[in-house]
């Protein structure tokens, strides 16, 4: 089944700190994704990216900002962390042959204090 | 923006029953529908999908989707407790995938 790798697991961050969450994926997928998640609801897309140097908008992209340096590795940026980011951040991949079927990471417990 | 919505929020049956959850969205031109379960603590894993109108049977689970209508729905026969977790449908469409907000099933024995 495929791998992603996200680090760290969890992170206690200061408001208006910088935070950097980081996910790694070993399947060759083309598209990864950030997703996060309030406590008992869903997921909602903050960014994703379908090539490598290339990043999109999600839906809920304001205050975060993501990188893809490579097919392998998507990170995730708060430059600038709040209070009302604090939630669990997935981290999930895919490819075009599969029908999406999204693979995730075992998420990054987030608390900004 | 592709908008998906669930129902109900919450749901508790018994052991045995037959357990249906809901999902609507609003681009008719979406591509791949899917359930996904999230078990308490876990990250979401896919469960099952569809892409044509009909339904689509895998073990006790069955999906049926109606393009037309806009909605698609999970049916779970003879639930159990193992099946407790939370419930959420996604919707494919290009490169974005759109989640709802999910069902909080729990199955009491």
């Known amino acids: 089944e495929a791998a992603v790798t996200q680090s760290p697991r969890s992170k206690v961050a200061v408001t208006g700190g910088k935070v950097t969450l980081s996910c790694h994926q070993t399947n060759n997928h083309d598209y990864m994704y950030w997703y996060r998640q309030d406590t008992g609801h869903g997921l909602r897309l903050i960014h994703y990216s379908y090539v490598a140097d290339s990043t999109e908008k999600g839906d809920i992209p304001d205050g975060y900002k993501a990188s893809r340096p490579s097919q392998e590795n998507f990170s995730l940026i708060l430059e600038l962390a709040s209070l009302s980011q604090t939630a669990v951040y997935f981290c999930?991949?895919?490819?075009?042959?599969?029908?999406?079927?999204?693979?995730f990471g075992a998420g990054t417990r987030l608390s900004v204090l | 923006q592709q908008n998906v919505q669930q129902s109900p929020e919450s749901l508790i049956v018994p052991e045995g029953a037959r357990t249906s959850l809901n999902c609507t969205f609003s681009d008719s031109a979406s591509q791949y529908f899917w359930w996904y379960r999230q078990h308490s603590g876990k990250a979401p894993k896919a469960l099952m999908s569809i892409f044509s109108n009909g339904e689509k049977e895998e073990g006790r689970f069955t999906i049926h989707l109606n393009k037309a209508s806009l909605h698609f729905s999970l049916h779970i026969r003879d639930s159990q407790p193992s099946d407790s977790a939370l419930y959420l449908c996604?919707?494919?469409?290009?490169?974005?995938?759109?989640f709802g907000s999910g069902t909080r099933l729990l199955v009491s024995p």
């Open positions: 999930a991949s895919t490819d075009r042959g599969s029908q999406n079927t999204l693979y």
């Open positions: 996604a919707v494919t469409g290009g490169y974005k995938v759109v």
